[in-house]
């Protein structure tokens, strides 16, 4: 049985994993931490009866004190580096869905799963669906190699561009190779019009409305044509697949996994 502790429990995705894990064979709910809903029991919070697993607001105490096998972070990008450094001095094995975390990060924690001895796994995105997206526009970048992101996410979404576009803008470019767009002259009117700029010209532009939860599109430009290729999740059960997966996979590894594509297509 893998014991799992959930960390921004209260939250939007919090909740769903929650459910996810509730129901996972092979699985058990053993703590939730949240800095809300202290001692709220989480079976009242997902709608299943009291589970007797209540929201603990102290990370590290309920990691000490459960002594789980996992962490799963959906949390915010201003704790979640935090809450992995503590998992792993636990000696706790951490999923980790909250995004914004940088490069600098990244390698700190690669650092530290070693030094521990346990695997971690951060993934920007769980849905199998964005992982294809990803997958295939790294695959079409080698033939339109002009390509802007747009992606479009709920208004609640505190980081901008999201991780996805980050981690797509990452791969195409590592694809891509050396290559400039753009026009180097180009005026912006109105500052931010252009998007944000990653590397050799590549724009990415965020999107916040209600009614969203969470889109992609990565379009490519080419002489007389454009070819778009575009993920929608239109509800935060497209991620539990892939969380609940990540689960039983991070107990089988002892390094740092960036990105659930280097789990899912190897
Ligand atoms: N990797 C993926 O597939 C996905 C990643 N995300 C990412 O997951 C993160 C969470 O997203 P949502 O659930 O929509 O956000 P949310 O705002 O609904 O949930 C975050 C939770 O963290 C809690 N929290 C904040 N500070 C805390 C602290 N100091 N101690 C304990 N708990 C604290 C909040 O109270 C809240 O309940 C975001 O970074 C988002 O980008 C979201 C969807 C999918
Ligand atoms: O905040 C969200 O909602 C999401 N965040 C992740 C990201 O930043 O890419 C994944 C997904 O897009 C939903």
């Given at each position: 049985m893998i014991k799992v502790v959930v960390a921004g429990a209260a939250g939007r995705m919090g909740q769903e994993v929650l459910r996810a894990v509730h129901k996972s064979e092979g699985m058990e709910l053993v703590g939730a931490v949240d800095k809300f809903q202290e001692g709220v029991d989480v079976g009242t919070l997902i709608g299943t009866g009291e589970l007797k697993v209540l929201i603990t607001t102290n990370l590290e105490e309920t990691l000490v004190t459960l002594k789980p096998d996992v962490l799963v972070d959906f949390t915010t990008p201003e704790i979640v580096f935090n809450d992995v450094k503590i998992a792993l001095k636990c000696g706790v094995r951490p999923v980790v869905g909250t995004t914004g975390m940088g490069s600098a990060e990244l390698a700190e924690i690669k650092e530290l799963c070693v030094k521990a001895g346990v695997g971690c796994i951060v993934a920007p995105n769980f849905a199998i669906g964005a992982l294809l997206m990803i997958k295939f526009a790294a695959e079409a970048v080698k033939y339109m190699p002009h390509v802007e992101i747009i992606e479009l996410h709920h208004?609640?979404?505190?980081?901008?561009?999201s991780g996805t576009a980050i981690k797509t803008a990452e791969l195409i470019s590592q694809v891509r190779g050396d290559f400039q767009q753009g026009l180097?002259?180009?005026?912006?009117?109105?500052?931010g019009a252009r998007g944000g700029e990653f590397d050799g010209g590549i724009r990415i532009h965020s999107i916040r409305l209600p009614g969203y939860v969470a889109h992609q599109e990565v379009i490519f430009g080419g002489v007389g044509q454009t070819l778009t290729i575009r993920h929608d999740?239109?509800?935060?059960?497209?991620f539990m697949p892939g969380v609940v997966l990540a689960v039983q996979k991070v107990m089988h590894i002892n390094s740092l996994v960036y990105g659930l594509e280097n789990i899912l297509f190897e």
């Open positions: 208004d609640k979404k505190l980081d901008a561009p180097a002259a180009e005026i912006e009117k109105i500052p999740s239109i509800s935060r059960e497209s």
